[in-house]
């Protein structure tokens, strides 16, 4: 069993950053791929960013790419995702999630556990 915790989420202008994280807790968190997903108001809940169980291989969606960065600590049971240049779009709340496969792509059907989310709003 996997828990996890997101921080990070907050209000911002459009243009700038937040730094989310995603602190875990239970069996080895190194055993896992982490992703970050967000679901917006009336839409699917989508993949945002992976990365891999020792950090080596990261994933992004293409509307993040270039402004988003995934990271983890191993040491910190923590995972990381540095958004800037944020855009209304960008609202949504963000969850983390742990997937058994170690490696990406991550899908929302495809993960093991997930956290409650954080709430990220961008205003124009």
């Known amino acids: 069993q996997v828990q996890l915790v997101e921080s990070g989420g907050g209000l911002v202008q459009a243009g700038g950053s937040l730094r989310l994280s995603c602190a875990a807790s239970g069996r080895a968190f190194s055993r896992y791929g982490m992703a970050w997903f967000r679901q917006a108001p009336g839409k699917e809940r989508e993949f945002v960013a992976g990365?891999?169980?020792?950090?080596?291989?990261?994933y992004y969606a293409d509307s993040v790419k270039g402004r988003f960065t995934i990271s983890r600590d191993n040491a910190k049971n923590t995972v990381y995702l540095q958004m800037n240049s944020l855009k209304p779009e960008d609202t949504a709340v963000y969850y983390c999630?742990?997937?058994?496969?170690?490696?990406?792509?991550?899908?929302?059907?495809?993960?093991?556990?997930w956290g409650k989310g954080t709430l990220v709003t961008v205003s124009s």
């Open positions: 999630a742990a997937d058994r496969a170690r490696l990406g792509p991550f899908t929302v059907s495809g993960m093991d556990y």
């Open positions: 990365i891999s169980w020792s950090g080596g291989s990261t």
